[in-house]
């Protein structure tokens, strides 16, 4: 098992920036991809960032590109997303996610979830 834990959120002016933590403990060695999604009110959960355990490989998705960076420290068993420039429509509780498997963008492959960090982006 893995237990995730978010932090960082937390309301900021549009423009502005914030950085998510997502520190995993148990069984980290297990996980092979850990990712960042939202889900903002009325909307369905959308898939963020990921980055893999080894080699640190990313993927973003269209939204994220340019403006949000996914980092990990293994050693601290931590991943980070980095956001800049936020938007309004980047209100969003973000959660992450650890796969044990290599995943994607597809929130039904990842296997832990953390409980959700409130991000909200005042106009």
């Known amino acids: 098992q893995v237990q995730l834990v978010e932090s960082g959120g937390g309301l900021v002016q549009a423009g502005g920036s914030l950085r998510l933590s997502c520190a995993a403990s148990?069984?980290?060695?297990?996980?092979?991809?850990t990712g960042w999604f939202r889900q903002a009110p009325g909307k369905e959960r959308e898939f963020v960032a990921r980055?893999?355990?080894?080699?640190?490989?990313?993927y973003y998705s269209d939204s994220a590109k340019g403006r949000f960076s996914i980092s990990r420290d293994n050693a601290k068993n931590t991943v980070y997303l980095q956001m800049n420039s936020l938007k309004p429509e980047d209100t969003a509780v973000y959660y992450c996610?650890?796969?044990?498997?290599?995943?994607?963008?597809?929130?039904?492959?990842?296997?832990?979830w953390g409980q959700g960090t409130q991000v909200t982006v005042s106009s």
């Open positions: 996610a650890a796969a044990r498997l290599l995943a994607g963008t597809e929130g039904k492959l990842y296997d832990y």
């Open positions: 980055i893999t355990r080894r080699g640190g490989m990313t």
């Open positions: 148990g069984r980290t060695d297990s996980s092979y991809v």
